[in-house]
């Protein structure tokens, strides 16, 4: 690819070059140079046009070995993120927890315990942002502000908080079978608007699904022999590099909004002058 587009430029310059190398001769036969004896001045254009060759020749080599070197390099195409500007590269070496009936802090059946652990990484009050962010982020001006009696400011979630929201809801969806008491907000809400939760149920596996597809996953998962059990056994305890989850949380919280601030936020009236889309986005 890198290597087409170089050809491309390069092939116009080696024409160039010659061209520039037939001016110069011209301009060696320039009466004024009438006083250089014929066989000397065949001789200077000889040279002058195989100068011209050699150096056309370790110019393209040159672009080709070049092109070659930065092909493999990966474009970094990243959006801007307030958190990653301000947090940086967390990035350190984790090992996936994947053996089975090892249980996990998020491991149900569903206890208080279990679903506080769930709480910590799915709840963060709504964050607030300035146009500058919000415009920087690739978002609309006219997304909605906090009233300006409550402070002002772009209102913005984090999309991993998002989410962790949506595997969450999954994970609810199916221990809501066994132990409706411990989710009395989802009965009322699946009582309430069964098509409405049925659709968040979709959402939420779609939004999934182009999460891991978005960035796929480039490990690998490898099987091992145990004593005991026939055939090969899976090892998803997978080495990782990963982004300091905790790290995003307590920036977040450093940007969130007081409890307070976003009350009812669903229930939010446009102001005079928003801007309204005619259909959802
Ligand atoms: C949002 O942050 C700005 C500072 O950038 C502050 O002036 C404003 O009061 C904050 N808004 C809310 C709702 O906390």
């Given at each position: 690819?890198?290597?087409?587009?170089?050809?491309?430029?390069?092939?116009?310059?080696?024409?160039?070059?010659?061209?520039?190398?037939?001016?110069?001769?011209?301009?060696?036969?320039?009466?004024?140079?009438?006083?250089?004896?014929q066989?000397?001045?065949?001789?200077?254009?000889?040279?002058?046009?195989?100068?011209?060759?050699?150096?056309?020749?370790?110019?393209?080599?040159?672009?080709?070995?070049?092109?070659?070197?930065?092909?493999?390099?990966p474009?970094?195409?990243?959006?801007?993120?307030?958190?990653?500007?301000?947090?940086?590269?967390?990035?350190?070496?984790?090992t996936?927890?994947?053996?089975?009936?090892?249980?996990?802090?998020?491991?149900?059946?569903?206890?208080?315990e279990?679903?506080?652990?769930?709480?910590?990484?799915?709840?963060?009050?709504?964050?607030?942002?300035?146009?500058?962010?919000?415009?920087?982020?690739?978002?609309?001006?006219?997304?909605?502000?906090?009233?300006?009696?409550?402070?002002?400011?772009?209102?913005?979630?984090?999309?991993?908080?998002?989410?962790l929201?949506?595997?969450?809801?999954?994970?609810?969806?199916?221990?809501?079978?066994?132990?409706?008491?411990?989710?009395?907000?989802?009965?009322e809400?699946?009582?309430?608007?069964?098509?409405?939760?049925?659709?968040?149920?979709?959402?939420?596996?779609?939004?999934?699904?182009?999460?891991?597809?978005?960035?796929?996953?480039?490990?690998?998962?490898?099987?091992?022999?145990?004593?005991?059990?026939?055939?090969?056994?899976?090892?998803?305890?997978?080495?990782?590099?990963?982004?300091?989850?905790?790290?995003?949380?307590?920036?977040?919280?450093?940007?969130?909004?007081?409890?307070?601030?976003?009350?009812?936020?669903?229930?939010?009236?446009?102001?005079?002058?928003?801007?309204?889309?005619?259909?959802?986005?």
């Amino acid at each position: 690819m890198g290597l087409g587009k170089y050809m491309r430029v390069s092939k116009p310059e080696t024409g160039r070059d010659s061209e520039d190398g037939s001016d110069l001769e011209g301009l060696l036969h320039d009466p004024q140079d009438a006083a250089v004896s014929q066989p000397t001045k065949a001789k200077l254009s000889s040279v002058f046009h195989w100068t011209v060759h050699v150096i056309t020749i370790i110019l393209i080599f040159g672009l080709y070995v070049r092109s070659g070197r930065q092909a493999p390099r990966p474009t970094p195409l990243s959006i801007y993120s307030p958190l990653v500007e301000a947090v940086g590269d967390t990035s350190r070496m984790e090992t996936f927890k994947g053996t089975f009936w090892e249980s996990s802090p998020y491991h149900g059946p569903p206890t208080d315990e279990v679903m506080a652990a769930w709480k910590h990484i799915t709840h963060i009050p709504l964050l607030n942002f300035t146009a500058e962010e919000i415009s920087r982020m690739g978002h609309s001006l006219d997304s909605v502000q906090y009233p300006l009696e409550r402070g002002g400011g772009y209102v913005a979630q984090f999309e991993a908080i998002h989410q962790l929201h949506c595997l969450h809801s999954l994970w609810q969806d199916h221990h809501y079978q066994k132990h409706p008491e411990m989710f009395p907000d989802l009965t009322e809400s699946i009582n309430a608007f069964p098509d409405v939760m049925e659709e968040h149920y979709e959402h939420c596996v779609n939004m999934l699904r182009q999460r891991l597809m978005c960035t796929p996953d480039p490990n690998f998962v490898t099987w091992r022999w145990v004593e005991g059990i026939t055939g090969p056994y899976a090892d998803f305890n997978t080495p990782h590099v990963c982004q300091d989850y905790e790290a995003l949380l307590e920036w977040g919280h450093g940007r969130a909004v007081d409890a307070e601030v976003a009350r009812d936020f669903y229930s939010w009236v446009p102001p005079a002058d928003a801007v309204r889309l005619s259909h959802a986005p």
